[in-house]
Protein backbone atom coordinates (compact mmCIF):
# COMPACT_ATOMS: atom_id res chain seq x y z
CA UNK A 1 0.00 0.00 0.00
CA UNK A 2 2.74 2.34 0.96
CA UNK A 3 4.56 1.58 -1.92
CA UNK A 4 1.62 2.44 -4.42
CA UNK A 5 1.31 6.13 -2.30
CA UNK A 6 4.57 6.56 -3.07
CA UNK A 7 3.89 5.61 -6.70
CA UNK A 8 0.68 8.03 -7.01
CA UNK A 9 2.76 10.58 -5.14
CA UNK A 10 5.57 10.61 -7.96
CA UNK A 11 3.29 10.52 -10.69
CA UNK A 12 1.53 14.00 -9.09
CA UNK A 13 4.69 15.43 -8.32
CA UNK A 14 5.81 15.31 -11.99
CA UNK A 15 2.65 16.31 -12.96
CA UNK A 16 2.52 19.45 -10.86
CA UNK A 17 6.06 20.22 -12.35
CA UNK A 18 4.62 19.91 -15.90
CA UNK A 19 2.47 22.54 -15.43
CA UNK A 20 4.55 25.15 -13.40
CA UNK A 21 5.63 28.26 -15.58
CA UNK A 22 9.58 28.42 -14.60
CA UNK A 23 10.88 31.48 -13.01
CA UNK A 24 12.53 32.27 -16.17
CA UNK A 25 9.18 32.77 -18.18
CA UNK A 26 7.30 35.65 -18.57
CA UNK A 27 3.66 35.99 -20.63
CA UNK A 28 4.58 38.29 -22.77
CA UNK A 29 1.56 40.74 -23.17
CA UNK A 30 2.35 41.70 -19.13
CA UNK A 31 5.54 42.50 -20.10
CA UNK A 32 4.79 44.40 -23.05
CA UNK A 33 1.35 45.29 -22.99
CA UNK A 34 1.48 46.90 -26.96
CA UNK A 35 2.59 43.50 -28.36
CA UNK A 36 -0.22 41.89 -30.70
CA UNK A 37 -0.91 37.90 -30.02
CA UNK A 38 -2.62 35.44 -32.43
CA UNK A 39 -1.36 32.30 -31.03
CA UNK A 40 -2.53 30.17 -33.71
CA UNK A 41 -1.90 26.66 -32.16
CA UNK A 42 -4.76 27.88 -29.43
CA UNK A 43 -7.30 27.41 -32.31
CA UNK A 44 -8.20 25.80 -35.45
CA UNK A 45 -6.14 28.92 -38.04
CA UNK A 46 -2.95 26.52 -38.64
CA UNK A 47 -1.32 24.37 -40.43
CA UNK A 48 -2.95 21.01 -38.59
CA UNK A 49 -6.73 22.89 -38.79
CA UNK A 50 -7.11 21.98 -34.93
CA UNK A 51 -5.77 22.91 -31.42
CA UNK A 52 -2.05 21.63 -30.66
CA UNK A 53 -1.78 19.67 -27.59
CA UNK A 54 -0.07 21.92 -24.53
CA UNK A 55 -2.19 24.68 -25.68
CA UNK A 56 -4.87 25.65 -23.30
CA UNK A 57 -4.83 29.56 -23.29
CA UNK A 58 -4.19 32.05 -25.75
CA UNK A 59 -0.70 33.07 -23.90
CA UNK A 60 2.51 33.88 -25.39
CA UNK A 61 5.16 32.89 -22.92
CA UNK A 62 8.85 33.46 -23.66
CA UNK A 63 12.25 33.77 -21.37
CA UNK A 64 12.83 36.97 -19.45
CA UNK A 65 15.90 37.59 -21.81
CA UNK A 66 13.80 37.24 -25.06
CA UNK A 67 10.60 39.29 -23.80
CA UNK A 68 13.15 42.39 -23.09
CA UNK A 69 14.92 42.13 -26.42
CA UNK A 70 11.72 42.31 -28.14
CA UNK A 71 10.67 44.91 -25.87
CA UNK A 72 13.17 47.40 -27.74
CA UNK A 73 12.35 46.05 -30.75
CA UNK A 74 8.71 47.30 -30.55
CA UNK A 75 10.16 50.49 -29.21
CA UNK A 76 12.09 51.19 -32.30
CA UNK A 77 9.03 50.06 -34.63
CA UNK A 78 6.43 52.30 -32.86
CA UNK A 79 7.93 55.22 -34.14
CA UNK A 80 7.54 54.57 -37.27
CA UNK A 81 3.97 53.83 -36.29
CA UNK A 82 4.63 49.92 -36.72
CA UNK A 83 4.75 46.87 -34.01
CA UNK A 84 5.05 43.11 -33.76
CA UNK A 85 2.07 40.20 -33.45
CA UNK A 86 3.56 37.15 -32.73
CA UNK A 87 1.92 33.90 -33.55
CA UNK A 88 3.97 32.14 -31.34
CA UNK A 89 6.67 31.71 -28.42
CA UNK A 90 7.48 28.87 -26.52
CA UNK A 91 5.92 25.71 -27.61
CA UNK A 92 5.72 22.63 -25.46
CA UNK A 93 7.24 19.66 -26.19
CA UNK A 94 4.23 17.64 -26.35
CA UNK A 95 2.43 19.83 -28.84
CA UNK A 96 6.25 19.18 -30.67
CA UNK A 97 5.18 15.37 -30.56
CA UNK A 98 1.60 16.48 -31.84
CA UNK A 99 3.06 18.07 -35.17
CA UNK A 100 5.02 14.66 -35.46
CA UNK A 101 2.21 12.49 -34.92
CA UNK A 102 0.09 14.57 -37.09
CA UNK A 103 3.18 14.80 -39.92
CA UNK A 104 2.99 10.70 -40.10
CA UNK A 105 -0.73 10.36 -40.80
CA UNK A 106 -0.66 10.38 -44.37
CA UNK A 107 -3.90 10.11 -44.85
CA UNK A 108 -5.06 13.70 -42.68
CA UNK A 109 -4.41 16.77 -45.50
CA UNK A 110 -7.55 18.90 -44.35
CA UNK A 111 -5.25 22.15 -44.50
CA UNK A 112 -3.21 21.12 -47.99
CA UNK A 113 -4.34 23.76 -49.99
CA UNK A 114 -3.93 26.59 -47.54
CA UNK A 115 -0.45 25.90 -45.96
CA UNK A 116 1.23 23.08 -48.34
CA UNK A 117 -0.51 23.36 -51.72
CA UNK A 118 2.88 22.75 -53.25
CA UNK A 119 4.65 19.89 -50.79
CA UNK A 120 3.89 16.27 -50.45
CA UNK A 121 2.83 15.70 -46.67
CA UNK A 122 5.56 12.55 -46.93
CA UNK A 123 8.20 14.79 -47.47
CA UNK A 124 7.46 17.45 -44.65
CA UNK A 125 10.36 15.47 -42.59
CA UNK A 126 13.04 15.33 -45.31
CA UNK A 127 12.55 19.65 -46.29
CA UNK A 128 12.88 20.53 -42.42
CA UNK A 129 8.97 21.37 -42.05
CA UNK A 130 8.26 19.14 -39.20
CA UNK A 131 10.88 17.85 -37.07
CA UNK A 132 11.09 16.07 -33.19
CA UNK A 133 12.28 19.41 -31.79
CA UNK A 134 11.85 22.74 -31.95
CA UNK A 135 13.76 25.59 -30.42
CA UNK A 136 10.46 26.80 -29.61
CA UNK A 137 10.59 24.69 -26.73
CA UNK A 138 13.42 26.62 -24.92
CA UNK A 139 11.75 29.30 -24.46
CA UNK A 140 13.72 31.89 -26.60
CA UNK A 141 12.57 31.34 -30.16
CA UNK A 142 9.65 33.56 -31.65
CA UNK A 143 7.62 33.56 -34.95
CA UNK A 144 6.20 36.67 -36.10
CA UNK A 145 5.59 39.68 -38.36
CA UNK A 146 4.83 43.48 -38.39
CA UNK A 147 1.60 45.40 -37.73
CA UNK A 148 0.53 48.73 -38.85
CA UNK A 149 -0.14 50.20 -34.81
CA UNK A 150 -3.30 52.19 -36.56
CA UNK A 151 -5.23 49.43 -38.07
CA UNK A 152 -3.17 45.95 -36.64
CA UNK A 153 -2.97 45.08 -40.12
CA UNK A 154 -0.18 42.80 -40.75
CA UNK A 155 2.03 44.29 -43.72
CA UNK A 156 2.13 41.98 -46.51
CA UNK A 157 4.98 39.59 -46.35
CA UNK A 158 4.23 37.60 -49.46
CA UNK A 159 3.41 34.38 -48.12
CA UNK A 160 1.74 33.58 -44.43
CA UNK A 161 2.72 32.50 -41.08
CA UNK A 162 3.51 28.39 -41.39
CA UNK A 163 3.13 28.98 -45.22
CA UNK A 164 5.16 25.40 -46.24
CA UNK A 165 7.33 26.35 -49.51
CA UNK A 166 10.67 28.26 -50.90
CA UNK A 167 8.67 31.09 -51.22
CA UNK A 168 8.58 31.60 -47.01
CA UNK A 169 12.49 32.27 -47.29
CA UNK A 170 13.33 35.35 -46.71
CA UNK A 171 15.48 35.73 -49.40
CA UNK A 172 12.82 34.54 -52.17
CA UNK A 173 13.11 36.58 -55.22
CA UNK A 174 9.50 35.24 -56.36
CA UNK A 175 7.91 37.94 -54.35
CA UNK A 176 7.39 41.65 -54.89
CA UNK A 177 9.70 43.89 -53.88
CA UNK A 178 7.40 45.80 -51.59
CA UNK A 179 7.13 41.84 -50.07
CA UNK A 180 10.62 41.64 -49.58
CA UNK A 181 11.20 45.25 -48.51
CA UNK A 182 9.23 44.48 -45.31
CA UNK A 183 10.42 41.29 -44.69
CA UNK A 184 13.61 42.90 -44.82
CA UNK A 185 12.65 44.93 -42.35
CA UNK A 186 11.74 42.96 -39.99
CA UNK A 187 14.28 40.67 -40.57
CA UNK A 188 17.04 43.65 -39.77
CA UNK A 189 15.74 44.88 -36.83
CA UNK A 190 15.52 41.37 -35.18
CA UNK A 191 19.38 40.96 -36.18
CA UNK A 192 19.84 44.27 -34.52
CA UNK A 193 18.64 43.03 -31.29
CA UNK A 194 20.54 39.79 -31.09
CA UNK A 195 17.78 37.23 -32.61
CA UNK A 196 19.15 35.07 -35.36
CA UNK A 197 16.95 34.66 -38.16
CA UNK A 198 15.71 31.26 -39.77
CA UNK A 199 16.90 31.14 -43.74
CA UNK A 200 13.52 28.59 -44.54
CA UNK A 201 10.80 31.22 -42.35
CA UNK A 202 10.37 35.07 -42.73
CA UNK A 203 8.67 34.83 -39.20
CA UNK A 204 11.17 32.56 -37.29
CA UNK A 205 14.03 33.85 -34.91
CA UNK A 206 15.70 32.84 -31.84
CA UNK A 207 17.49 34.42 -29.47
CA UNK A 208 21.97 35.06 -29.49
CA UNK A 209 22.74 34.06 -25.95
CA UNK A 210 19.46 32.40 -25.32
CA UNK A 211 18.86 31.28 -21.33
CA UNK A 212 17.92 27.31 -21.66
CA UNK A 213 20.06 26.25 -25.01
CA UNK A 214 19.83 23.02 -24.09
CA UNK A 215 16.58 22.60 -22.03
CA UNK A 216 13.42 21.86 -24.00
CA UNK A 217 10.55 22.28 -21.51
CA UNK A 218 7.15 20.99 -21.52
CA UNK A 219 4.85 22.71 -19.43
CA UNK A 220 1.42 23.93 -20.71
CA UNK A 221 0.32 26.90 -21.77
CA UNK A 222 -2.27 28.20 -19.76
Known sequence: MKFQSLILMLLLSTTLLAQIVPSGFVNLKETLPSVAVELRYYGENNFMGQRIDGYEASICYVSISAAQALKVVQEELSSFGLGLKL??????????????????????????????????????????????????????TVDLTLIDLATGKELD??????????????????????????????????LRHRFRPLEEEWWHFTLENEPYPTTYFDFSVR
Open 157 to 190: MGTGFDFFSPLSSPTSREVTPQQRANRLLLRSLM
Open 87 to 140: FDGYRPQRAVNHFVRWAKDLNDTTMKQSYYPNVQKSELFEKGYIAARSGHSRGS
